[in-house]
T-cell receptor, first 111, second 114 residues
């Protein structure tokens, strides 16, 4: 069965640079979620989109923005990167009911 | 403040034993409670989930027990195997509203010794 696809899997950036993470949901899923996970921590919710509209918003920095496109894929844009942004970033998708399936994640390292 | 509290933080069991992880929540709006299994460097994988209209759900070696009045739920892993060694997260959300966030517990690192 098709899963949530995230790209890239690994990303290395310098401080103050910009990064774009992409997420392709499971086919026929209309909702995407973004989570950030630091080492040894639980995933922290950033933002979600349902039918291309922002649905819920968590502790996402103003330097970050996201959107969901007409084909339901989503992109998380991160600007003015800081050392503290280094983390695993997960995308999840859901269809009917709020059953969320996660992708393999993007490991972002900010040097 | 952690809205979903999970314990223990770490757990070591012998092969064939029972692993028990507990969670408690505060927000009565939560009505869907999934458990996720995560291996290092991988994404959380949905293991089993329950809604508050039932008190127990079993899938293979994994069982969720749910106590609505106490606002607590737990994961039991029967006949634990070394391959079960991973981090387990309980979570809670509004299961009816698309886009509602998952609120996770702090996680339990399970080690099953052979």
């Amino acid at each position: 069965a098709a899963g949530v696809i995230q790209s890239p899997r690994h990303l290395i950036k310098e401080k103050r640079e910009t990064a774009t993470l992409k997420c392709y949901p499971i086919p026929r899923h209309d909702t995407v979620y973004w989570y950030q996970q630091g080492p040894g921590q639980d995933p922290q919710f950033l933002i979600s989109f349902y039918e291309k509209m922002q649905s819920d918003k968590g502790s996402i920095p103003d330097r970050f923005s996201a959107q969901q496109f007409s084909d339901y894929h989503s992109e998380l844009n991160m600007s003015s990167l800081e050392l503290g942004d280094s983390a695993l970033y997960f995308c999840a998708s859901s269809g009917i009911k709020n059953i969320q399936y996660f992708g393999a994640g993007t490991r972002l390292s900010v040097l | 403040q952690q809205q979903v509290k999970q314990s223990p933080q770490s757990l070591i069991v012998q092969k064939g034993g029972i692993s028990i992880i507990n969670c408690a929540y505060e927000n009565t709006a939560f009505d869907y409670f999934p458990w996720y299994q995560q291996f290092p460097g991988k994404g959380p994988a949905l293991l089993i989930a329950i809604r508050p209209d039932v008190s127990e759900k079993k899938e293979g070696r994994f069982t969720i027990s749910f106590n609505k009045s106490a606002k607590q739920f737990s994961l039991h892993i029967m006949d634990s195997q070394p391959g079960d060694s991973a981090t387990y997260f309980c979570a809670a959300t509004d299961g009816e509203t698309s886009g509602s966030r998952l609120t996770f517990g702090e996680g339990t690192q399970l080690t099953v010794n052979p």
